[in-house]
């Protein structure tokens, strides 16, 4: 299972809901997704059940569902390397989350260089060359990019650089426009 994280402008939650629902139904109408919580920026929420659901810690505010947005966008990001991710976590907790999408940024630049400088050698002895770690990297990286060039609200994509699915990003900006505020995080859960 994995989560999949929606940023609205949408401050009532049942019409925050319909517009996950229907980006997840315009991937496919053949996976299985289900909410797990909305929260909006007046703190009211949805939640799945009566029941927190207990894999997802208590969130309140939208603030405290932003910051699960991101521990996702990490933990897509370091899907191949716990460790690495764990360690980029650490160095990000502290920060405002405003922070995170510069400092990743730049985290991400210096381990794309190094993934590319050890692709030349293995092209020349012919050993295989497909790194998955890499490809993430640079997906997130592009997609962290072009967040900050449309000066929308990190991890959320707004604009796909690259074709994105629930597979490949977790965090997506459903606002009409980028000027509008942000007035709701949607979660729902999705069966990959």
Known sequence: ?????FLTSIRKLDDAIGEAYNKCEEWSRNIPYDL????????ERELQTDEENESLPSVKTMEEAHRLAWEEALRCTFYWDANLRNAVKKELEDEPLEKWS????VKL??????????????????ESVV??????????????????ATKGVAPFAYTE????????????DLRYSLREKGRSIVIIEIDL
């Open 1 to 5: 299972m994995s989560y999949l994280y």
């Open 131 to 148: 790194n998955r770690a890499r490809i993430d990297y640079v997906l997130a990286l592009e997609v962290l990019l072009d967040i900050q």
């Open 36 to 43: 797990i919580l909305a929260v909006n920026d007046k703190g």
């Open 161 to 172: 650089p690259f074709p994105l699915k629930p597979y490949n990003w977790p965090c997506y």
């Open 102 to 105: 510069r400092k990743l940024i």
């Open 109 to 126: 630049i210096d381990l794309v260089q190094d993934a590319y400088g050890d692709l030349l050698p293995k092209l020349l002895t012919g």
